[in-house]
């Protein structure tokens, strides 16, 4: 590895691929990426349907929060990417960007460099140019599941304004979701930006490699320093930034494990003070789901799809249930009297999602009730090992319960509006408040999009300034959903990438006025 | 490269199937014959992605695949005709 580095990215995930192509565009840079997990190459990354496989591998980080006491007490399987691509490889493969109302309190928050016109422009940036042959390939599903369209056409009868896909989570109402495949496959941020960069020699790509801790000369960010997999230790210094991407989770640990943060934990750690930041870690954001199965139909249970019919439909043409990425349509909607955006996401999908998808049994259809500007703030800190504690505090603000459940109720009319009927003896209604707290204790997870731990703004308790510059030291920035100030109303991935497309953009502005040391 | 196909894809039904790949015969059905269901039809993707390096093949013209023969020539079909990079 070359020691001429200008910029260190750690992780290879949505916003780590993005940054390492923008900033290698310029051949005077040099750029290393350094990726925990292994290459992309499984096959399950590339079979939509596939995904839920994914967990428990070596692509994936393995973890739990802690007992969340507003779920019955239940710990949560928070799984993450932890290969090339990060998780917009092994994730639902949903491209939805937000309301505009996110991105005017993101302004507010930190800047107008951060405003709805800035994040549209790095939005159109994100989706696949032609002429740069870069970015992500976005569109329809290839080969939907005809009963989605029973699911909108209900939303329509409760009075559900249909909207295009490219407009889902921008304005209010339902549709068919976008996704992020070509030709049937996956589509990755790793394919999107980094396949074309592979010709770059300014560009080193690495693997399988640990970063343990930021080194600094005094508060002047200088390197990192990583295992690889046989467990020997490396550093590795640059001459501009070391950019931390490494997820809601794995920045704030990484910050709190080189001596960012707040300094009473960092002394109950034995880890020596770089810089008291006490925000690093706090106001972590997640959208919790509660699903509701709906069984199958006596046709589907006696005439099961036939599994050779289905093999053929996908290896001929990239057809059929295997090509689904198990979250089709949705709903975006006001449960709230005068809530200023939709709170509520209601998400279709082909399958009965139970186990995170692992268990692909039961047929039937799941409406999972997504909350999605959740009031509740959670919390990362080090455990004793210096791995990630995660404490997402999940309805511990009073008004997040009562949104959730409004939601529920909402979910069970538009079940019982399917202009097939459903029986009511195929899913259980959330009608009461005692039936929401029910399935709120048993059945709520994450939909896996954690943000906010290294918040971004212009006020000084924020952890990064409005560049993404930690506060405290210099050389160093925050690019990832640990930046967002508030979690945005839609699937995370596409934010991530357009804020990492943003980021790239402040990052290039300032190489000019901000010379290498 | 292609003579190698039926050993492998036996191999790999052997495993699906949990039989013995000697026991398996280009005739077989994959679901009368092998118990091929939706639960093992992920399974059987996800290894038939990893051990060949399947393209599309033209999608406008059905495809009979009922034997472990059909998966054959399924698999040879879409070997030579990779559009990943399209």
Partial sequence: MTNHVDYLVVGAGSAGCVLANRLS???????????????????????????????????????????????????????????LGGSSSINAQIWTHGHPHDYTTWAQAAGDQWDTDRMRWARSRAEYSVATDTGLRVGALRDPDPRARDFLTACDKVGITALRADQLSTTDGSGMLQVSQHHGRRFSVADGYLTPTVERDNLTVRTDVLVRRILFDGTRAVGVEYTDSAGDVYQQTCRRDVLVCCGAVGSPRLL??????????LTAQAIPLVAAVPGVGTNLMDHLQVPILVTETPDEVDEPRNPSVELARYFTGRRGPLSSNLAEAAAFVRVEP??????????????????????????GFTI?????????????????DRDAVIDPAYLHDPRDRPTLARGLQLATQVIAAHPTGVDPQRYTAVDTDAAAQYVIDNRAETLYHPAGTCRMGVDV???????????????????????????????????TVALAENAARLIRATENILPAD | ???????????????????????????????????????????????????????????????NLVTVGDLENLIRTAQSSDTRTA
Avoid at chain 1, 338 to 363: C, N, Y
Avoid at chain 1, 375 to 381: D, E, T
Avoid at chain 2, 37 to 62: A, P, Y
Wanted: aromatic share 4%; with cysteine; charged share 25%.
């Fill in chain 1, 338 to 363: 005068g809530a200023s955006a939709p709170d509520i996401e209601l998400l279709w999908m082909p399958v009965q999602f139970e186990d995170h998808g692992r268990d692909t049994r039961k047929r």
């Fill in chain 1, 25 to 83: 565009e310029n051949s005077g840079r040099h750029v290393t990426l350094l990726e925990s997990g292994p290459t992309d190459s499984r096959a399950e990354i590339r079979i939509p349907a596939a995904f839920p496989r994914l967990m428990g591998t070596e692509c994936a980080w393995d973890r739990r929060t802690v007992a969340q006491a507003e779920l019955g007490g239940r710990e949560l399987y928070w799984p993450s990417g932890r290969t």
């Fill in chain 1, 256 to 265: 709190l494990a080189s001596g960012i943060g707040d300094p009473d934990h």
């Fill in chain 2, 1 to 63: 490269m292609n003579d190698t196909i039926a050993p492998r894809l036996r191999t790999i039904l052997a495993t699906i199937a949990s039989k013995n790949d000697t026991d398996i015969s280009g005739e077989d059905r994959l679901v009368e014959d092998l118990g091929l269901n939706s639960m093992s039809l992920i399974e059987l993707s996800i290894k038939l992605e990893s051990e060949f390096d399947l393209g599309m093949v033209d999608d406008t013209q059905s495809t």
């Fill in chain 1, 461 to 495: 308790e924020s952890v990064v300034d409005p560049y993404l510059r930690v506060r405290g030291v210099s050389g160093l920035r925050v690019v990832d959903a640990a930046v967002m100030p508030v979690i945005p109303r839609a699937h995370t991935n596409a934010p």
């Fill in chain 1, 368 to 384: 999972c009730v997504v909350l999605l500007a959740p009031h509740s703030r959670g919390r990362i800190w080090l455990g004793p």
